[in-house]
């Protein structure tokens, strides 16, 4: 199926450095979303995108969070500066339709 | 309180056997989507069920909905030691948005 790709899988940060996630998502794909997953938990949503906007947040993504796809390239989310609690998986997920969702690996983020 | 929650948090089956998730959830929904993740992996999705259909079936795979009582339930026959993982629904809001994931089953397969 679809594949989303996700680069790094692993990054280890200090607290306050800023880190950016890249996400390759499928290319026809138009919707574009980050979620969270601390370890035992929930996934839980962060933001989606679309058309070059952030169309929904949560509350879970912060003043320090920002996300874009420059032209047409990887999907970011960019952390700065970064703080313990941002430890967690992140996984970034790409939609044609807004309906179904393809996930990528995850990229697991450590701050220390 | 969770959108949407399952309502085991494990479930262990031999090889062969049948199992079923169940999920609640407490929001309109346009779609209910089960998701299965395996160690150290992403989510994949399984069955996409829509607020107007009652039951979906993808191989192996089963989902009911029933949007009276908010519930959906997935069931897995002729299970496979490759079946196990943690089994998520996924409620989805309307125009594209995000998914409200549960906590998920864990359900183990065992030879």
């Known amino acids: 199926g679809p594949k989303v790709l996700q680069i790094p899988s692993h990054q280890i940060i200090d607290m306050g450095q800023m880190v950016t996630l890249n996400c390759d998502p499928v290319?026809?794909?138009?919707?574009f979303y980050w979620y969270k997953q601390i370890l035992g938990q929930q996934m839980e949503f962060l933001v989606n995108f679309y058309n070059g906007k952030v169309m929904e947040k949560s509350k879970l993504f912060k003043d320090q969070f920002s996300v874009e796809r420059p032209d047409g390239s990887y999907f970011t989310l960019k952390i700065q500066p970064t703080a313990l609690e941002d430890s967690a998986v992140y996984f970034c997920?790409?939609?044609?339709?807004?309906?179904?969702?393809?996930f990528g690996p995850g990229t697991r983020l450590t701050v220390l | 309180s969770q959108l949407a929650e399952e309502n085991s948090w494990a479930l262990s089956v031999h090889e062969g056997e049948s199992v079923t998730v169940n999920c609640s959830y407490k929001t309109s929904i346009t779609a209910l989507q089960w998701y299965r993740q395996k160690s150290g992996k992403g989510p994949a999705q399984l069955i996409l069920i829509r607020s107007n259909e009652r039951e979906k079936r993808n191989g192996r795979l089963r989902a009911t909905l029933d949007t009276s009582s908010q519930s959906s339930s997935l069931s897995i026959t002729a299970t496979r030691c490759e079946d196990t993982a943690v089994y998520f629904c996924?409620?989805?809001?309307?125009?594209?948005?995000?998914?409200?994931f549960g906590t998920g089953t864990t359900v183990s397969v065992s030879p």
């Open positions: 997920a790409s939609s044609p339709t807004g309906d179904e969702q393809y």
């Open positions: 290319s026809n794909h138009l919707y």
């Open positions: 996924a409620t989805l809001l309307q125009g594209g948005r995000a998914l409200i």
